[in-house]
Structures are given as C-alpha cells and as structure tokens.
C-alpha cells in the first residue's frame, strides 16, 4: 500500500510539473516582454509569478509537455481589457529574437499594434514546429527571412500591412504545407520565384500593393488548390499565362495595376473564375469572343488597357455578369443588346473610340 501511495505521489508530482511553465519559457517570455512598450491596455499585466502557462494573457502552453505553444497578441479585439479601454491597440518596441528561445512554439499572432517595428528575427527559421507567422498591421521592416523555408509545418504566413523590403526569398517555395501567403501592402520587390508552383497546398495568394517586377510564373497553374490569387499593384510584366485559365479551383484573379501585355487568353473567359480583374495594364488587341455558359463573373473588369475591335456578341451567352467594365480602351462598334448589357450604366463603355448604342448615344 505504502508503495501505491508513493507512486501515485511521485505521478502526481510529475503531472503538475508537465502542467507549469518551464523555466528556459518563462524566460524567454520575460526577455520577449522586454523588448515591447504597451502603454494602455495592460495587455502584460498577468504576466507575472514562475507560472506561465496559466493566466498569462495570450500565451498558451502544451499541457502535456508544459512548453509554450502559442503567443496571441492582437491590437484589435472583442476581448475585455479593450473593450473596457474603449480603444484599439497600440505597441511599440520590437520582436524580440529570445522568442526563439521557446522551441515548441507552434503559432505566432502579434497583430495590429500599428508601432511594433523592427525585423523579423532571422532565428525564427529554427522553430521546428511552427504553423503560423501572422504579424499583420505593424511596422515592421527588413527582409524575410532567408531561410523561412526551413519551416516545413508552416501553413500561415502574413505580414501583410508593414513595410517589409527586399526579395522573396527562393526558399519560401519550399514551404511545401504553406495554405495562406499574405504579403500585401508592403515594400517587396523583385522578381516572384520561378519555382511558386511547388506551394501545392496553398489556396491563398495575396501580394498587392507591393513593388513585385518580372513575369506571373507559370508554374503557379499547378496549385491545384489556388482560389484567391492577387497579385495586383505591382510592377509585373509580360504576358498573363494561358494556363491560369485551366486552373480548376481558380475563383478570384486580381492582376490589375500592373504592366501586363500581350492579349487576354481566352481561357480566363470560359474558366471557373468568377471575379476577375485586368485593368489598368497594357492588354491589346480583340477581347475573345468566347464567353458561353461556363462564363460566370460576379466581377469582370477590363478597364484601362488597349483593347479593340467590338464587344463580342458571345457576352450575352455567359451565364452571368454581375459588373463589367471596358471603359478607356480602343473598343469600337455597337453595344450588344439584352443581357448583361441591360442594366450597365454608361460608366462602363466611357472612353472607347467609337461604341454606340445603349447606354451611350445611339449609333
């Protein structure tokens, strides 16, 4: 009995010490406090005792190994402390690099502080079991990492809205689990990697409002998961890949404000996708005259390019076209009558060299 007893002790002080924080964390915590400036909500307040893993405001641990799993810091929330202030975030300071000191760290969400600057530490490579880098909404700056690549686990990658500089690293096409890259609004530039088509399980490509250059890689036609690719307000040139349009889980297509050329495949016309958006580039030549039943868009926009030619009578067989534009092109003829054309104002036909017909003057 008196052994039974001992035993049950002896687990029962091992599950509480598997439960409590360990001591390498709890500093790593404490140094990755340090280096952030929180003046109004008090977000680091419970941040205090040898306890980490219970009661630490946004910090979670694995509680079979009693390590730190996750920081969640976000500067725009419905949680108490900010309702209470009646305000949203604000932080300043910088990430860190003794985050990299908790390795079993599993997700990263410090987002929306709107003053943490600085880089990303390099050293985050080295997180082996590391699923989410989201640090939206900062002003945070320097490159990626290099070597983000080394993170095979990881499925969210966000930055956007910081000012992030520099190349796209070629090993981020390695990132082989990746299911959401969110660059947008940053200061990127550079070519995208030839090798983008190797991120087979994303599904969310967002990079615009950015400095990218170089031609829309073709291999990126082989994700198969792809739904959302923006890559609109760069500075990408060359022509846009017929393939896109074979894409079979394409839905969104954002290529506007760019220094697109060459003509409109066809296949974008009759594809799966349904908000589609080329303005704004140097596109020539006729818009196919494709469209059919396959041809669904809740948003087809066309304006600003060098378009000519008529507008194909083909349009009025698409299924559906929620809006359209094709203003400021070349675009020459009479308006097609019927669907969809019925209910399009004359904004989206202003400017072409000689189309007539409602809702513009009669031919």
């Not at 630490?56 to 976000?74: E, F, K, N």
């Not at 490579?125 to 686990?153: C, E, Q, T, W, Y």
């Not at 000689?354 to 009669?362: N, T």
Request: a positive charge; charged letters at 15%.
């Amino acid at each position: 009995m008196d052994a039974v007893l001992f035993i049950t002790v002896i687990l029962l002080t091992v599950s509480q010490a598997v439960k409590s924080c360990l001591p390498s964390d709890h500093a790593a915590l404490l140094a990755f406090k340090s280096a952030l400036h929180e003046p109004y909500l008090g977000v680091f307040n419970s941040w205090t005792g040898t306890d980490c893993c219970h009661n630490w405001y946004g910090v979670s641990c694995d509680p079979q190994i009693g390590c730190v799993a996750d920081i969640t810091l976000r500067g725009e929330s419905e949680d108490k402390i900010f309702q209470k202030a009646h305000r949203t975030g604000y932080m300043t300071g910088y990430i860190s690099p003794a985050i990299c000191k908790l390795t079993r760290l599993q997700s990263i969400t410090i987002t929306d502080w709107k003053g943490i600057s600085g880089e990303i530490p390099n050293c985050i490579s080295r997180l082996p079991f590391l699923r989410i880098i989201d640090l939206v909404g900062n002003k945070i700056s320097g490159v990626i990492p290099a070597n983000i690549g080394k993170l095979h686990r990881l499925t969210v990658f966000n930055v956007a809205d910081n000012v992030i500089s520099g190349r796209i690293p070629s090993s981020l096409t390695n990132l082989t689990s990746l299911m959401h890259l969110d660059l947008r609004n940053n200061r990127i530039s550079g070519p995208l990697p030839p090798s983008f088509g190797q991120l087979r399980m994303l599904s969310r490509a967002l990079l615009s409002r950015n400095q990218i250059s170089g031609p829309i890689p073709s291999s990126i036609s082989t994700i198969y998961r792809l739904a959302d690719l923006d890559l609109s307000l760069n500075q990408l040139s060359g022509p846009i890949p017929v393939s896109l349009g074979k894409m079979s889980v394409l839905g969104t297509l954002n290529l506007d404000g760019n220094k697109l050329s060459g003509s409109i495949p066809a296949s974008l016309l009759i594809s799966g996708i349904s908000n589609l958006n080329l303005s704004k580039n140097y596109l020539l030549g006729n818009l196919p005259d494709v469209f059919g039943p396959r041809s669904y868009f809740s948003v087809l926009d066309l304006s600003y390019n060098y378009l000519k030619g008529p507008i194909p009578k083909s349009i009025s067989s698409a299924s559906y076209i929620g809006h359209l534009d094709l203003s400021h092109n070349h675009l020459c003829g009479r308006i097609p009558a019927g669907s969809p054309f019925d209910h399009l104002e004359a904004s989206s036909f202003v400017n072409n060299d000689c189309l007539c017909g409602k809702p513009l003057k009669a031919c």
